[in-house]
């Protein structure tokens, strides 16, 4: 596997693909569920072993929990995977197009219904995720609503750190002034 992966978003997306078609394998009682958990035990192995990465940084930045921290990862490849997409979709419908939802995290996961409950309650109200734009919550109800990784996290996760167009303009203009 590590030939495969080669950062921790890498690892990450494998991890929520590994999720998603182990849920489905599941739900439908498919051949494959023994070999996609001995998949998930490897992988689990493998995020023990990685290295601090901006992830690591940012969820030490805004205090966020080990939950937190999974949901952001799981919106993060919701948003940035396109192998995920169908398998979410599978188990979340269409809703999943427009991010994660703490209940397909929940069920991708296996976290409880109230520690789930907890977090949506968390999500809905003021919180670091959401407040800083790490996040962008769509207009569901709480209990269902999404969650969407923007392209520039995802980039950040990546290692690019680049500063957007807009950001440089308004830097330049007001360091020339």
Same mark, same amino acid.
């Given at each position: 596997?590590?030939?495969?992966v080669t950062?921790a978003?890498?690892l990450?997306l494998t991890?929520?693909?590994? *999720?998603a078609?182990?849920?489905?394998a599941e739900?439908?009682a498919?051949?494959?569920?023994e070999?996609?958990?001995a998949?998930?035990?490897?992988?689990?192995?493998a995020m023990?072993d990685?290295?601090?990465?901006p992830?690591?940084?940012? !969820?030490?930045?805004?205090?966020?929990s080990?939950?937190?921290v999974?949901?952001?990862?799981?919106?993060?490849?919701v !948003?940035?995977?396109?192998?995920l997409?169908v398998?979410?979709?599978a188990l979340?419908?269409?809703?999943?197009?427009?991010? !994660?939802?703490?209940?397909?995290?929940?069920r991708?996961?296996?976290?409880e219904a109230?520690? !789930?409950?907890?977090?949506?309650?968390?999500?809905?109200?003021p919180?670091?995720l959401?407040?800083?734009?790490?996040l962008v919550a769509?207009?569901e109800?709480?209990?269902?609503?999404?969650?969407?990784?923007?392209?520039r *996290?995802i980039?950040?996760?990546?290692?690019?750190?680049?500063?957007?167009?807009g950001v440089?303009i308004v830097l330049s203009?007001?360091?020339?002034?």
């Amino acid at each position: 596997m590590q030939a495969l992966v080669t950062s921790a978003l890498d690892l990450r997306l494998t991890w929520a693909r590994n *999720l998603a078609m182990l849920a489905v394998a599941e739900r439908d009682a498919l051949p494959q569920v023994e070999q996609l958990r001995a998949k998930r035990g490897e992988i689990a192995a493998a995020m023990r072993d990685t290295p601090p990465s901006p992830m690591t940084a940012l !969820a030490a930045r805004l205090g966020l929990s080990a939950v937190q921290v999974d949901l952001l990862w799981i919106a993060v490849a919701v !948003a940035g995977d396109p192998l995920l997409a169908v398998h979410v979709e599978a188990l979340a419908g269409s809703a999943a197009r427009k991010g !994660a939802s703490v209940s397909l995290f929940a069920r991708l996961v296996g976290l409880e219904a109230a520690p !789930a409950a907890a977090l949506a309650r968390w999500l809905a109200g003021p919180n670091a995720l959401v407040d800083n734009g790490i996040l962008v919550a769509g207009d569901e109800a709480p209990a269902i609503r999404t969650y969407a990784a923007p392209a520039r *996290l995802i980039a950040h996760l990546a290692g690019d750190d680049t500063c957007e167009r807009g950001v440089r303009i308004v830097l330049s203009s007001t360091l020339g002034s």
